[in-house]
């Protein structure tokens, strides 16, 4: 089983899929059904962050462990009560990303669990630990290499729980000079994949 | 799979299919994937569920898994291994949230339709076939099953290779989610793979308990990783995961009396074994207790963890191949699914 490298993007195809009634038409088949009521994240997109990439106000971004465990854990979070749609997440998370990778943080984003978690009120409770790989390149002065396990759990209202979702999130960070703020590790990519043999 | 559960569950999906005409292209495409598998998808249900016949799973709506269901069914009635299951049903996580989308208006992009967002500008079908979920699943395998080593390609890619996505990375996220929902079904539709035997089975490759996951096999950091990593204290004794014969056993790397270090080139200490069409191989052992040529029974000792060659700690590095010849990087497979598939449960036995 292969594992894909994600710079997170969202489709506006799909996006614009989860919109509408439709009509039904058959093949013999299942009936077409009425896809989710879109979030308004979906439907009304972000605006693309100005150069310098977003920023967490007084954060430092001095420890590129910790800017790695703070991307996952702004990634991996949602909470249906508070946020607008799926698209907040990766907003959270281009805060700690470099400006090419943020600017694809803040597509629109579709969630296909999203409307369910909603019915929930729930909110994802996450773990971030960090993960030993034996395989991860030397860090040098410029770029640094993490590994994050993260453990998801949509967690809602009266005692309602989906899957917990077990990640490996690979962390390539570089460390930038950003005009008048000084140098910081940034995210400058990650890769996910399932931790193998997880459900 | 045998014979007649073969013709058994192509039966089925060629009834699934035949109100849209597809019942030949069923039949056809049935084979398309049997060739050089050693596991395929086998124990039909006794009929193909779709949609309504699911409950709620995990984050996902009945409908939503009705429509997975469908997916995985139609793969398993065309022998698509598992592998292929996932990226489909991933494919559709992305594509339409796993609803079975008509046209939206204006704000539909192009053309697209169902559950894969297929365009019938672009030869996928009809409107109306597009919207069965059978057809679209189908149309999808054909196209996935012509991509050249799909089964080793990252589910990203192997899904942009049929899809063509304007955001091609945007198909990564869904590989955890979709791996537990076909689990779920595979399970509730009894789609167990069957693996060819070999005498004696399959073996862990270290003693339960022995040894923890560390790296996986995939892509991360602009490299790809072959195989996947045991970390185990030095000298944990190495286990052939099947009866073969040993194929290649000897040091790859420029020395193996030192230990490794990220600067040493190859795999260090290493046993490649061939069980007959399925390969494996097991590096950086500390030493040897075969030799080339030898048979070896499952189970059967070969060599002790060790952190010979390209290595920073003590593991092993075990890869699966196949077909086999060649052990290259284009036959690798996923060592913990595919061991799975044949009974041995690697990620269970971590401690």
């Known amino acids: ?3 894909a490298t994600l710079t997170r993007s969202a489709a506006t195809n799909a996006a614009a899929a989860v919109a509408a009634l439709v009509a039904a038409v058959g093949c013999a088949g299942p009936a077409v059904e009425a896809p989710p009521e879109p979030s308004p994240a979906a439907s009304a997109p972000a605006s693309p962050p100005a150069a310098p990439p977003p920023g967490v106000p007084g954060y430092r971004y001095e420890d590129p462990a910790d800017v790695c465990h ?50 929930h009120r729930a909110r994802l409770h996450t773990q971030v630990s960090g993960h030993a790989d034996s395989e991860a390149p030397v860090d040098s002065t410029v770029a640094a290499y993490r590994a994050m396990l993260v453990a998801a759990t949509p967690v809602g209202d009266h005692g309602w729980r989906g899957w917990t979702q077990t990640t490996l999130l690979y962390c390539t960070l570089a460390h930038v000079t950003l005009a008048g703020v000084g140098a910081q590790w940034r995210m400058a990519g990650y890769t996910l994949a399932p931790l193998p043999g997880a459900p | ?45 006794a009929a193909p569920a779709g949609a309504g016949t699911w409950p709620a799973q995990g984050s996902w709506s009945a409908a939503q898994v009705g429509h997975a269901a469908t997916i995985v069914t139609v793969g398993a009635g065309l022998g698509v291994p598992r592998w292929g299951w996932v990226v489909a049903v991933a494919t559709a996580m992305q594509e339409s949230s796993l609803h079975n989308l008509g046209h939206l208006g204006n704000r539909n992009d192009h053309d697209s339709l169902g559950l894969f967002q ?26 996935l099953l012509q991509v050249p080593g799909w089964q080793q390609l990252p589910l990203t890619e192997a899904a942009q290779r049929v ?71 030095a ?38 074994i061939d069980h007959g069409g399925v390969g494996s191989m097991y590096c950086h052992a500390l030493d040897l207790t075969v030799h080339t040529g030898q048979r070896v029974t499952a189970g059967q000792v070969i060599g002790h963890v060790g952190s010979t060659g390209h290595s920073t700690g003590n593991h092993l590095h075990l890869q699966i191949h196949r077909p086999i010849p060649p052990f290259t990087n284009a036959t690798a497979v996923e060592p913990v699914q595919w061991l799975r598939t044949a009974g041995v449960d690697i990620a269970g036995a971590a401690r």
């Open chain 1, 1 to 3: 089983m292969g594992i």
């Open chain 1, 70 to 119: 703070r991307f996952a854990a702004a990634l991996f979070s949602a909470d249906t009560t508070v946020d607008s749609g799926p698209a907040d997440a990766p907003l959270r998370a281009a805060g700690y990303a470099d400006a090419a990778l943020a600017a694809t943080l803040v597509r629109p984003t579709v969630d296909g669990r999203w409307p369910l978690w909603r019915e």
């Open chain 2, 1 to 45: 799979m045998t014979g007649s559960l073969k013709v058994a569950l192509g039966a089925a999906v060629t009834l699934l299919l035949a109100p849209c005409g597809l019942g030949l292209l069923a039949v056809t495409a049935l084979d398309a994937a049997g060739a050089g598998e050693l596991c395929t998808p086998a124990r039909p249900a």
């Open chain 2, 118 to 143: 297929q365009r019938p500008s672009q030869g996928w079908g009809t409107p109306a076939q597009i919207l069965d979920p059978a057809y679209a699943a189908t149309a999808f395998y054909r196209r």
């Open chain 2, 163 to 233: 899809q063509r996505s304007a955001y091609p990375d945007a198909y990564a996220k869904w590989q955890a989610e979709a791996t537990a929902l076909v689990d779920v079904i595979a399970t509730g539709l009894h789609l167990v793979q069957d693996c060819a035997a070999v005498p004696g089975g399959w073996a862990l490759p270290l003693p339960a308990g022995s040894y923890s996951l560390s790296s996986p096999f995939g892509p991360r950091w602009n490299r790809f990783h072959f195989g996947q990593d045991l970390a185990a204290a």
């Open chain 2, 235 to 272: 000298g944990t004794p190495i286990h052939a995961i099947a009866a073969g014969i040993v194929v290649a056993a000897g040091c790859t790397s420029p020395r193996c009396d030192i230990p490794g270090s990220p600067d040493m080139p190859g795999c260090g200490l290493t046993v490649k």
